[in-house]
């Protein structure tokens, strides 16, 4: 019996010494050379970070350029027809225009908020504000 909890004693050992050190692996960064780096990621707002010429960069600009090109009042086009009301603006075809009407405007809503947090840029609080002019 004394072996027996022994030897489990020791399969306890060993099992939490790996498990512990495939847990110090997914904290450490690899870079292809003789660096180690350990990391942990501190949660941070989107505006605390600035953005330097690169592809990040880049792609944040073409998102600022295709969310402006969409027409908040041809996205509330078919909410418009639901509620009885004239719409402002013929609606999108597509999805917005068949069973998934009001799918894009979420993506829209949450791009324009989450643009605005990083670019400060009020053109896209007045997009989800309803305070947008053509």
């Not at 792609?59 to 996205?75: C, H, I, M, S």
Request: proline share 4%.
């Amino acid at each position: 019996m004394k072996k027996h909890s022994e030897l489990l004693a020791i399969t306890i050992a060993f099992a939490f010494l790996f498990s512990t050190c495939s847990i110090q692996e997914q904290n450490r960064v690899k870079t292809g050379g003789p660096e180690i780096v350990d990391f942990r990621f501190l949660p941070s707002m989107l505006n605390d970070v600035k953005l330097l010429d690169g592809p990040f960069l880049h792609a944040t600009e073409l998102n600022r350029t295709t969310l402006l090109n969409y027409d908040p009042d041809k996205l509330l086009s078919r909410f418009y027809d639901e509620a009885g009301l004239k719409p402002k603006a013929s609606r999108y075809l597509g999805w917005e225009n068949e069973s998934l009407a009001g799918h894009s405007l979420g993506h829209y809503l949450s791009g324009c908020a989450l643009m605005y947090q990083t670019t400060g840029d009020e053109r896209f609080r007045q997009g989800v504000d309803g305070s947008h002019s053509k």
